[in-house]
């Protein structure tokens, strides 16, 4: 019988010891009280934090939407239909994330960044809490480069500047989404990621627009987020945040990002929705008390940064839609005095063939003219005034008395004006066209030709700037410097196109 020699046994026991992990972890238990229409109540999540990710059974995801003594309230990501009472729910002690990266473009998302578009699983490893602090006056820069919309009384009248938030305001089916989508094409070969959030909007149409961008080559710098109609209130709620998450992967890398919140109304509503739900105290008009602070901590995180930090930036572009031209309503009158100004569509316009609607009037950029081209600013400097000044001669020409000649011109030239702004749905026109368009007609060279003849014209300009050997040396010119060129050379070249009508 071999002898036990203790040191060996004492080594060995030794070895055990310091290999030895435990197996015991932690967590964070609660069951369902109740479920239904998107919200679980859940009981016994005393650590759980706000806006925390929760993992229910069959692979249910929640987030953490009310902390009260007893329970939280959580907003369901998914199938509630699936989570029924007394489930077990578990804490993952990880903020909601989204995947970004440049394998989302081209992509049409739901907010959890799941693909709705059947190309395929997206391959990107990185992901963002949708729930981002804005960034502080520090981190900022001026805003000094333009948003080129290609609609002549937006870039003219309302200019947008790059890191700008506009807000596009107006009845129902007075053009608003049309603005925004053109906007997004015209930023083909421009440097410019764009997104498209659609709240609460029909699936058919979301198809339809990403077949419009696909058309128009725009789908390549594009991301669609949606959370459709039929979708819950929490997937309606959320959209706007991760399509803003997405946004800002690109910003921080130092890009241009252009986002389309349409619409927030929606996103309003839903939040409404979800609050009184959780039985939230009700203010003004049912809304919760939080509702203003819900659209401001999504629209400052838009902003241009400062050099430092890369130069990149987040142009937001939200849509309200009002009812009967109320812009003094609650959620409306929240987010003009969130945003950098309105770009206002008024339906009697609409009607009465005036496209885009746009009322100059009421319309106001607050900082895009910083970031207006010089040219632009020269020639478009009168030409608000000139508008207003024609809309009160034409309601006094109504009454049929007799106007003095110059009263009589400078009608005829307000009609003009109102024709040269005029524009069709997806026609995009280059800034040195516009530039030079709004010249001829702030120098009297529209003066002496038909109204017929002002779309003539421009569609002669526009020829002109890119085949003669003059209108290519202004063209060339209004790029480089984005500047005026000499009077003389603009002059003669417009009276040369004259002749061609």
């Known amino acids: 019988m071999s002898k036990i020699k203790v040191q060996e046994m004492t080594e060995v026991i030794k070895q055990q010891i310091r290999s030895f992990e435990s197996d015991i972890q932690m967590e964070n238990i609660g069951k369902v009280l109740s479920v239904g229409d998107g919200i679980a109540i859940v ?3 005393q650590q759980a934090m706000m806006g925390e990710l929760l993992v229910f059974p069959h692979d249910v995801r929640g987030l953490v939407f009310n902390l009260e003594e007893h329970h939280v309230g959580v907003i369901l990501l998914g199938e509630s239909e699936k989570i029924k009472e007394g489930d077990m729910v578990k804490t993952t002690k990880r903020i909601f994330e989204v995947p970004v990266g440049d394998a989302l473009l081209g992509r049409i998302v739901n907010p959890l960044g799941d693909p709705l578009d059947a190309l395929g699983t997206i391959e990107t490893t990185e992901r963002m809490p949708v729930e981002e602090k804005a960034r502080g006056v520090m981190a900022r820069g001026s805003i000094s480069e333009p948003m080129e919309t290609g609609i002549k009384v937006i870039d003219a009248l309302v200019p947008i500047g790059r890191g700008q938030r506009e807000l596009i305001i107006g009845d129902r089916q007075t053009g608003k989404t049309t603005l925004a989508v053109d906007t997004i094409i015209n930023q083909k070969g421009k440097n410019t990621i764009c997104i498209y959030v659609a709240i609460g909007q029909k699936e058919s149409s979301v198809s339809a627009l990403a077949e419009l961008f696909r058309k128009h080559g725009a789908m390549d710098y594009t991301i669609i987020v949606t959370a ?3 979708k819950e209130g929490t997937l309606q709620y959320l959209a706007p945040f991760s399509g803003v998450t997405m946004g ?8 241009d990002v252009l986002i389309i919140y349409d619409d927030l109304s929606k996103h309003a509503v839903a939040y409404r929705e979800l609050s009184l739900l ?9 809304y919760p008390g939080d509702v203003f602070y819900l659209h401001s901590r999504l629209l400052e995180r838009s902003a241009r940064l400062s050099d430092a930090l890369g130069g990149g930036s987040i142009t937001a572009l939200p849509i309200i839609e009002t009812k009967a031209g109320d812009i003094s309503a609650y959620i409306s009158t929240n987010v003009i005095s969130i945003t950098d100004g309105q770009i206002f569509l008024e339906a009697e316009l609409f009607y009465s063939g005036i496209r885009p609607a746009i009322n100059a009037g009421l319309s106001v950029s607050r900082v895009g003219g910083a970031a207006q081209w010089k040219g632009m600013k020269k020639v478009a400097g009168t030409l608000r005034i000139n508008l207003a000044n024609y809309r009160e001669l034409e309601s006094f020409a109504q009454f049929g008395s007799d106007l003095d000649p110059s009263a009589k011109r400078r009608l ?8 040269l702004l005029k524009q069709d749905v997806h026609e995009l026109i280059s800034m040195p066209t516009q530039i030079v368009s709004i010249y001829a007609l ?19 300009i526009t020829q002109g700037l890119s085949m003669t050997e003059t209108g290519q040396a202004i063209y ?3 790029m480089e410097t984005r500047t005026l060129p000499k009077t ?3 002059d003669h070249f417009i009276n040369d196109l004259k002749r061609m009508i």
Do not use: C, Q
């Open 228 to 230: 459709g109609a039929s």
């Open 43 to 45: 009981y016994g999540l």
């Open 476 to 478: 060339d010119h209004l």
């Open 412 to 419: 005829e030239r307000g009609r003009k004006t109102v024709e």
């Open 488 to 490: 003389d050379e603009l």
């Open 442 to 460: 702030a120098n009297g060279f529209m003066d002496d030709i038909d109204i017929t003849k002002v779309k003539a014209l421009e569609e002669e």
């Open 248 to 255: 800002e992967y690109f910003m921080n890398k130092g890009k």
């Open 278 to 286: 959780l039985r939230r105290p009700p203010g003004r008009e049912a």
